[in-house]
Structure formats: C-alpha cells, structure tokens
C-alpha cells in the first residue's frame, strides 16, 4: 500500500471540488462531495500508477505530505 495527499479545490463555477495529486503531475479528478472525490482520487491515482508500471517507470513515494496552511494578509 502506498499512500498519497489528495488536495480538493473547491470549484466555484461547476460545484464541487477539483482533485490533486500534488505527488503526481498531471494527476486531477473531480467530484462533487468529498467521498466522491476520495473515491475518485483513488481511481485516479490507480490508473496514473499502473500507467507509470506498464511504461516501465518509477513509482513516485509520497516522503512527505504537502501542508495546506491558510493565512490572514491585508486586503
């Protein structure tokens, strides 16, 4: 087992949240809840993963979890 940060963004025009991978470039799913979107990311990082085997290249490790921090500036 592997385990990978998922960020959702939530998307303002569509509803819902956009999925990153921010261990996989160019690995994005969307859903419209957050167990959507889990379930999703799962499906995405899955096939990213077994693309990555079928094409002989290296399976990226997750060392260390990207932090989303929010923060207060003047506006």
Known sequence: MRKYT???????EEGGYTVV???LPGCVTQG???AECIDRASEAIA???????????QIPEELEHA?????????
């Open 47 to 57: 096939g990213y993963l077994e693309s990555l085997r079928a094409a002989g290249e």
């Open 6 to 12: 998922i960020i959702l963004e939530p998307d303002e």
């Open 32 to 34: 419209r809840s957050v």
């Open 67 to 75: 932090q989303a921090i929010t923060i207060e500036v003047p506006a």
């Open 21 to 23: 991978v921010p261990a």
